[in-house]
């Protein structure tokens, strides 16, 4: 069966800090992958989205930038973190165009 | 502009029915999907419907109107555990989600 790995599950930077995030998908092979944010009460945002290694949609323009090294693997970096990055970031996968998104636990980012 | 509507906040009362209503305007549609978000947590599937109608699955129900940019998710004989948010998303013509901001819906004993 598949899963989905993302950690850390919690992250407490400073201002202007870098930022990893890292997301691996098991049991599936060349799925689509995607960084969400979701602030408190509200909708998911798309940040980025990928459909293969080395090809990556960004959605929003920000500080953040994405990556997929590998065919399973798709990380979230920032160079410097801003208070406004704060959140809930959320690896999601998909197979097939109109297929269901199976989402990671999530990492809660607090920018102090 | 692409617009998902859903109200805020819900409250109902355990063993009773509730009907969560969601309105969409997408460029293209591609289907629509209702997810469960448990505070802290991540979404986790429920439904997808792509053909107007009901599609059942045991206590939770969906329902489809395309013509009406309308879908409901029906949640029968609820439990306290049945506390959560219901995200309701349409998929454009660009295989896109486009997301709800969810509804809270509180379950009293």
């Known amino acids: 069966s598949q899963t989905i790995h993302q950690w850390p599950a919690t992250l407490v930077q400073p201002v202007g800090s870098p930022l990893s995030l890292e997301c691996t998908v098991e049991?599936?092979?060349?799925?689509?992958l995607y960084w969400y944010r979701q602030a408190a009460g509200r909708g998911l945002q798309l940040l980025f989205y990928?459909?293969?290694?080395?090809?990556i949609s960004s959605e929003v323009p920000q500080n953040l930038s994405a990556s997929r090294p590998q065919d399973r693997q798709f990380i979230l970096s920032s160079k410097k973190l801003l208070l406004s990055d704060s959140g809930f970031y959320l690896c999601?996968?998909?197979?097939?165009?109109?297929?269901?998104?199976?989402f990671g636990n999530g990492t809660r980012l607090t920018v102090t | 502009g692409q617009n998902i509507d859903q109200p805020t906040e819900m409250t109902a009362t355990e063993g009773a029915i509730v009907q969560i209503n969601c309105t969409y305007q997408?460029?293209?549609?591609?289907?629509l999907f209702w997810y469960q978000q448990h505070a802290g947590e991540a979404p986790t599937f429920l439904s997808y419907n792509v053909l107007d109608g009901l599609e059942e699955k045991g206590r939770f129900s969906s329902f489809l109107s395309r013509s009406k940019g309308y879908s409901y998710l029906l949640l029968k004989e609820l439990q306290m555990k049945d506390s959560a948010s219901y995200l309701c998303a349409s998929m454009d013509s660009n295989y896109q989600l486009i997301w709800g901001a969810g509804t809270k819906l509180i379950i009293k004993p």
């Open positions: 049991g599936t092979s060349n799925p689509n």
């Open positions: 990928s459909v293969g290694i080395g090809q």
């Open positions: 999601a996968w998909g197979t097939a165009e109109n297929s269901p998104l199976h």
């Open positions: 997408t460029s293209g549609f591609n289907g």
